[in-house]
Each structure stands twice: as structure tokens, then as C-alpha cells.
């Protein structure tokens, strides 16, 4: 018999380190104003991520780019199927008309959260562009919604969950396959 907590390491700690640094060298070299840019990060680990992209832009250019949180909890079709958590308060803090966007995730399944993402952010004006990073794309989408920039692709079954720790929140850090429920997710 299996043991239903066991995980499995997709990405240990120093691996995900290395992702964040190419990321982030993508960004910057697909983002030619890091001053029109603004990192929004999606509640939970979205928001997260930002903070840590944060860091390696200004490590790696000087600059202090924006960052925001959006909750695309209302702004969902599926809110009857998927149920409602805790909200965290949306912060856009600047104007984000004419401004670059890029939309901050930890996995992207269905689709169906960036897209109530976008509708929410929608909500706040008309961007110049709107990009999206995740660092794992399981596949199984429901809608035409792919990711400018991307850690991993993972194929999944849809019975598998994938889940990011951080160090600041979870104290490990690395990219998991496994059984872990909502209740285990802070």
C-alpha cells in the first residue's frame, strides 16, 4: 500500500533558487522600462513570489520595482466548486493604467484563477500589457491562459497537487508532488 503522504521533490531548494535568478533575467530582458513595471502577486504564494522576484530584480539591476497583491476570489465562476478562503486585501498601489503588469503565481492548473485575476485587475483600469509568470504549469487547462514566463512545466494527474514552500512562510524551501489538502495550505 502507498504511503498518501508521501511527496515528491520536483525542485529541491537550490534548484528553485536558480529559477527565480532565470526568471528574472527573462523579465528584465523582456521588460525594457522596469519603471512602467508592476509585480502583482495572487493570494497565497503569489504574493510571496513577488517578494522574492523583488529582491533578485534589485539585486541583479538596482532597481526597486512596484509591487501589489490582487484577490481574484470574487471574480471567479467556479466559487461553488472551489469554495471561498480567507480573503487577503487587494493593494494596487499606484495608478496601473499604461503600465506593464505581470500577474504572479505559484501553479497554474485550470486557468480559472488568472482569469479572475485579470477581470479583478481589469476592475482597477486599462494596463498597457498584462504578463503572467508561474513557477509550475501543471496543464489540465479549461481555458486558453498560458504563462509568459514559467518555472517548470510538471504534467499532473488530476488527483496530484503540487505546492511551493518558502522558506520565510514555511521554513523549507522547494517544489513538491503530493497529497496535501487546503487545510495544510497557510
Not at 534548484?15 to 495572487?42: A, H, M, P, Q
Not at 513557477?135 to 487547462?141: A, F, L, N, T, V
Not at 514552500?165 to 497529497?179: P, R, S, W
Request: proline letters at 5%; hydrophobic letters at 40%; a positive charge.
Amino acid at each position: 500500500m502507498s504511503n498518501p503522504n508521501k511527496r515528491i521533490v520536483i525542485l529541491t531548494e537550490e534548484e528553485l533558487r536558480k529559477t527565480f535568478s532565470r526568471l528574472t533575467f527573462e523579465i528584465i530582458e523582456k521588460i525594457s522600462d522596469l519603471n512602467n513595471l508592476l509585480l502583482v502577486g495572487i493570494p497565497t504564494r503569489g504574493v510571496h513570489l513577488v517578494e522574492v522576484l523583488r529582491k533578485e530584480m534589485l539585486a541583479k539591476t538596482g532597481f526597486n520595482v512596484k509591487k501589489g497583491i490582487i484577490d481574484p476570489t470574487f471574480y471567479r465562476d467556479d466559487q461553488n466548486r472551489v469554495g471561498t478562503r480567507l480573503i487577503k486585501a487587494t493593494d494596487i498601489p499606484t495608478s496601473i493604467e499604461k503600465k506593464d503588469i505581470l500577474l504572479v503565481d505559484d501553479v497554474i492548473y485550470t486557468g480559472r484563477t488568472i482569469r479572475a485575476a485579470m477581470d479583478a485587475l481589469l476592475s482597477w483600469g486599462r494596463p498597457k500589457s498584462v504578463m503572467l509568470l508561474v513557477m509550475i504549469d501543471r496543464g489540465h487547462r479549461e481555458l486558453p491562459i498560458q504563462p509568459d514566463f514559467c518555472g517548470r512545466k510538471v504534467p499532473t494527474s488530476k488527483k496530484e497537487t503540487i505546492y511551493l514552500c518558502l522558506k520565510e512562510v514555511d521554513g523549507e524551501e522547494g517544489i513538491f508532488l503530493g497529497n496535501k489538502t487546503l487545510e495544510d495550505t497557510p
